[in-house]
């Protein structure tokens, strides 16, 4: 297939491309430093410095879209806010836009969103059908999907990924806490008791690969079928390290620092894969120890 990406260099877009040339497919990717993409990417890699060279999507059998200023990188400041909504609005516009255009579109568009679709619904178990929490985090996901949607026709679906904190060897949460908890600093925030709805980046890009292949639409919960509570999460990074997790940061401690992105590790889904498992995905990361290990271990 002819695959165009957005987002390529980010931490799905890292691992996902070098499976895809591995199928044979042909890739092509769209970046804002052209050069360091390439530097990063394989030399097979095809990269175009924006969207704006394209006329139309006639060429492409299918557009993986993972575009998206990372979200819990800084404050959320109103300015922070709106960065975080455009950098996944309009590059999503511009490839609806594209495709809309396109007298031979993609067969597929696979979007990014995020399970903070559904906003911090606590004990709730959070399948695709659950209505959302209306706040920050659903309304930057629910006008990314919308805009998504708009190109749902016979000849072109969409699936939408709703995807959790991904476990990966560099980059990511991991990237973050593994430094702590490596010198013991490290333990639960808040209560503990917020659920952490995580997925393996194996499994995240076997996924991604699945809804490439079949014949599927609609929105995807991209994690483990066994989310867990924070404490939980730390405790067993903290066994898989052999250190001390047991430095909680208080949760008025992490409002102060982070403001109102806090909700992001304050609160969390209880979600669960329903929609992919019915669809015949087997994962291969379900157990959070065995996960952690692996990914401890290449890092």
Same mark, same amino acid.
């Given at each position: @297939?002819?695959?165009?990406?957005? %987002?390529?260099?980010?931490?799905?877009?890292?691992?996902?491309?070098?499976?895809? +040339?591995?199928?044979?497919?042909?890739?092509?990717?769209?970046?804002?430093? !052209?050069?360091?993409?390439?530097?990063?990417?394989?030399?097979?890699?095809?990269?175009?410095?924006?969207?704006?060279?394209?006329?139309?999507?006639?060429?492409?059998?299918?557009?993986?879209?993972?575009?998206?200023?990372?979200?819990?990188?800084?404050?959320?400041?109103? &300015?922070? #806010?709106?960065?975080? =909504?455009?950098?996944?609005?309009?590059?999503?516009?511009? $490839?609806?836009?594209?495709?809309?255009?396109?007298?031979?579109?993609?067969?597929?568009?696979?979007?990014?969103?995020?399970?903070?679709?559904?906003?911090?619904? %606590?004990?709730?178990? *959070?399948?695709?059908?659950? !209505? !959302?929490?209306?706040?920050?985090?659903?309304?930057? =996901? /629910?006008?990314?999907?919308?805009?998504? =949607?708009?190109?749902?026709?016979?000849?072109?679906?969409? =699936?939408?990924?709703?995807?959790?904190?991904?476990?990966?060897?560099?980059?990511?949460?991991?990237? #973050?806490?593994?430094?702590?908890?490596?010198?013991?600093?490290?333990?639960?925030?808040?209560?503990?008791?917020?659920?952490?709805?995580?997925?393996?980046?194996?499994? @995240?890009?076997?996924?991604?690969?699945? $809804? +490439?292949?079949?014949? +599927?639409?609609?929105?995807?919960? @991209?994690?483990? !079928?066994?989310?867990?509570?924070?404490?939980?999460?730390?405790?067993?990074?903290?066994?898989?390290?052999?250190?001390?997790? *047991?430095?909680?940061?208080?949760?008025? &401690?992490?409002?102060?620092? @982070?403001?109102?992105?806090? *909700? +992001?590790?304050?609160?969390?889904?209880?979600?669960?894969? #329903?929609?992919?498992?019915?669809?015949?995905? /087997?994962?291969?990361?379900?157990?959070?120890?065995?996960?952690?290990?692996?990914?401890?271990?290449?890092?």
């Amino acid at each position: @297939m002819q695959i165009l990406i957005t %987002g390529g260099t980010g931490l799905i877009g890292r691992h996902l491309i070098p499976r895809l +040339l591995e199928l044979k497919h042909s890739i092509t990717v769209v970046s804002r430093s !052209p050069a360091k993409a390439q530097h990063l990417l394989d030399a097979r890699v095809t990269v175009l410095q924006g969207l704006s060279t394209l006329a139309q999507l006639n060429d492409f059998d299918a557009v993986i879209n993972l575009a998206g200023e990372p979200i819990a990188d800084k404050r959320w400041s109103e &300015a922070q #806010k709106q960065r975080l =909504c455009d950098s996944r609005w309009h590059i999503t516009q511009q $490839l609806a836009d594209l495709i809309k255009v396109s007298e031979n579109p993609p067969q597929v568009l696979i979007s990014g969103s995020a399970a903070g679709y559904y906003g911090d619904l %606590g004990e709730v178990v *959070v399948t695709e059908e659950e !209505p !959302p929490h209306n706040e920050f985090t659903h309304k930057l =996901c /629910a006008r990314w999907e919308q805009i998504a =949607c708009e190109v749902q026709s016979e000849r072109t679906r969409v =699936c939408l990924l709703r995807t959790g904190v991904v476990f990966a060897p560099k980059g990511g949460i991991l990237g #973050k806490l593994l430094p702590l908890f490596r010198l013991g600093l490290g333990g639960p925030i808040g209560n503990g008791r917020q659920y952490l709805a995580w997925i393996h980046i194996d499994d @995240m890009v076997n996924g991604i690969l699945w $809804l +490439l292949d079949n014949d +599927l639409r609609g929105p995807f919960n @991209m994690v483990s !079928p066994y989310p867990v509570r924070n404490e939980q999460f730390a405790h067993t990074l903290g066994h898989v390290l052999h250190r001390p997790a *047991v430095l909680r940061a208080p949760a008025f &401690a992490v409002r102060m620092m @982070m403001g109102e992105s806090s *909700v +992001l590790v304050l609160g969390g889904q209880r979600a669960l894969p #329903k929609r992919l498992e019915a669809a015949g995905f /087997a994962f291969r990361w379900y157990d959070l120890e065995e996960a952690l290990q692996d990914v401890v271990n290449s890092a």
